[in-house]
Structure formats: structure tokens, C-alpha cells
């Protein structure tokens, strides 16, 4: 498995949303077998959550030898998940990341945007911190 994951919640939110412009969005469901994701699967899929969980479950190997991954790509995906789940209470607009990806009114695009705003926007505190 590579470790080259990004790990700064603004790298995992932008490579999530060029997850997203590059293989689809979908509502309702992590992934469809199209390898398109909603935003959460997107975010997952970035920090390499999927792979790290597919190895767990395939593995011969005592557990231990494949938790440490599994552990490390899950601390990513809710570290970004939390800062998106932020911004979006913070617009008024909902706390779950899900139910906001999930409304019927929603968008790829502005699912795709809002992922990349919260990015720059998180660059852009820390470059003023």
C-alpha cells in the first residue's frame, strides 16, 4: 500500500474534489461500481481508506499487521470530514457531510466547490496564522 496519502485536511478536501471532477459524483452510497463516489467516499478514497480497508479484510495476517493503516487512513478521512461538517454548520446549511451530499437539490458542482472553497479557505488561515 503507498503511504503518500495527503494528511492536511486542505489537501485531503481539494484531492477529494478533483476525485469528484475526474470520476463522477453519485448521491446515497459511498462508490458505485461506475468508481464514482459521494463526498464522503471521495474523501475516503483519498487518504486511502479503501485500500487500507480492502487489505484488513484480505488479509491472512494476524489483524495488528493491518489495523495500523486502516487506523491512520480513518484518522485522516474524519479529521477532513469534521472541518467540512464545520463549514457547512457554520453557512447554516447542515452538520452531516452525508445529508448535505444526499439533498435532492444538490449538485456535483456545488459539492465540488464547496469542497475546494473550505480548502483554499483553510490555506488561506493558515498562511495568516
Partial sequence: ????????PADILEAAADELQANGWIK???KDVNGRHCAIGAMQK???YEEA???HIESWRP???TREPLVEASRRYMLAEAVLAHHLSQEG????V???NDQPERTAEEVIDVMKHVAKDLRNRKEAA
Avoid: H
Wanted: proline share 4%.
Fill in 1 to 8: 500500500m503507498t503511504t503518500n496519502y495527503p494528511t492536511d
Fill in 28 to 30: 446515497k452510497r459511498l
Fill in 46 to 48: 483519498v487518504v486511502g
Fill in 53 to 55: 480497508w480492502r487489505q
Fill in 63 to 65: 489483524a495488528e499487521t
Fill in 93 to 96: 446549511l447542515t452538520v452531516s
Fill in 98 to 100: 452525508g445529508g448535505w
